[in-house]
């Protein structure tokens, strides 16, 4: 079982930056990606970044390639994703998610999520 507990979500305006934290408990295993998702009201989830656990590498969308930085704390217990350059089209919940194979990109191979963290971008 891994529990995964989100927070840095908030109100920013466009061209702002914040940082999301994700604290994996459990069974963080080396093999896990970890990666981000966000659902913006009315539609889909869709992913944003994800990081291999052990090997540091990263995969991203192409909206957020630039401009999101996800990367893992020291010590390995949690994952981080840095926004610079918000959006309005970033609003979303996040969600942190962790996977112990398969596709980065697909939500559909993660097994444990977080409760989600809110982020506004006001225009």
């Known amino acids: 079982q891994v529990l995964l507990v989100e927070s840095g979500g908030g109100l920013v305006q466009a061209g702002d930056s914040l940082r999301l934290s994700c604290v994996a408990s459990g069974r963080t295993f080396s093999s896990y990606h970890m990666g981000w998702f966000r659902q913006a009201p009315g539609k889909e989830r869709e992913f944003v970044a994800a990081v291999s656990w052990a090997g540091g590498t990263t995969y991203y969308a192409d909206s957020v390639k630039g401009r999101f930085t996800i990367f893992i704390g020291v010590p390995k217990k949690s994952v981080y994703l840095q926004m610079n350059s918000l959006k309005p089209e970033d609003t979303a919940v996040y969600y942190c998610?962790?996977?112990?194979?398969?596709?980065?990109?697909?939500?559909?191979?993660?097994?444990?999520w977080g409760q989600g963290t809110p982020v506004t971008v006001s225009s």
């Open positions: 998610a962790a996977t112990s194979g398969g596709s980065a990109y697909s939500q559909g191979t993660y097994d444990y």
